[in-house]
């Protein structure tokens, strides 16, 4: 399957997606954009995780699990007691799919979330060590730093809007990492970090590049920012690999803004 033709198959599903949310209609696919979808599915398939948590539940709560390998665990935590009541209601299978709602600390206005969160964040260490920890809820700066010592040996972290500038220098403390960027500023985007295992080894990028490439064009585009003299963003890939003593770091970046740029002649 071409890079075009990947991606208008995203489209036409992410259109059909919108047309039942707006009519009311159920979904079973999580908030992401499907080629963010299409990423995690190869990541859960190469990994093979036995054990999974989720910092924040969702359709993604009840979407990804059916992708995990037999007798496999997804525990997942959710703050908001409304919407944990929603998507508890649609566990089909809950010796698969755990559930947990942790409530704030505090309601008190502008108390920081290492404080608001702090059981929410804490409440995994309970239950042991994970292959893969996805971070898509609240207090995520705080949950890539706990990730550290819930991650099991080879495991991986994925901490999704990842575009968000403030998570990257948390994802860069960990041995290997690597970050996904595109044309949106405050959701969308990928981190991924690891204590042992080299993160090329559970997403290759060559999968997924040329359709991230072409969208990121495609709705650079489609919003004008050319004629209301707005800069553009581009795709981006970052990744480096941090030493022990920190003293052989190497880090790469990839802008793909040239390359955008010819994809629209």
């Known amino acids: 399957m071409t890079d075009i033709t990947s991606l208008l ?84 299978n809950p010796n698969l799919v755990k559930l947990y709602h942790i409530p704030v600390d505090s309601e008190e206005v502008g108390i920081e979330d290492e404080h608001k969160f702090k059981s929410y964040v804490d409440f995994p260490s309970s239950l042991g060590k994970f292959d893969l920890i996805l971070v898509d809820g609240v207090a995520r700066k705080e949950c890539i730093t706990k990730a550290k010592q819930l991650l099991n040996k080879n495991g991986l972290l994925i901490v999704h809007d990842s575009n968000r500038s403030a998570y990257h220098s948390l994802l860069k403390t960990f041995k290997h990492w690597m970050i996904m960027e595109d044309f949106r500023k405050t959701s969308g985007g990928f981190g991924f970090a690891t204590k042992d295992k080299d993160i ?22 489609s919003k004008f920012k050319f004629l209301l003299g707005k800069k553009t963003r581009p795709y981006k890939e970052s990744f480096g690999t941090k030493s022990l003593d920190n003293t052989h770091d190497k880090t790469s970046t990839r802008s793909s803004s040239m390359e955008e740029t010819s994809a629209l002649d």
């Not at 047309?19 to 599915?41: D, Q, T, W």
């Not at 090329?200 to 585009?221: M, P, S, T």
Request: net charge positive; aromatic share 14%.
């Open 9 to 92: 198959s995203h489209y036409r599903k992410g259109t059909l997606r919108r047309a039942r949310k707006m009519f009311g209609l159920p979904f079973n696919s999580p908030f992401m954009r499907y080629k963010e979808i299409a990423v995690m599915e190869e990541v859960i398939q190469k990994l093979k995780p036995s054990k999974v948590l989720e910092f924040g539940c969702g359709l993604s709560t009840l979407y990804f699990p059916t992708k995990l390998k037999l007798n496999a665990e997804w525990h997942a935590i959710e703050h908001n007691e409304k919407w944990f009541k929603d998507v508890q209601r649609q566990i089909s």
């Open 200 to 221: 090329k080894e559970y997403i290759a990028l060559e999968n997924h590049r040329g359709v991230w490439k072409i969208d990121n064009a495609i709705q650079n585009f």
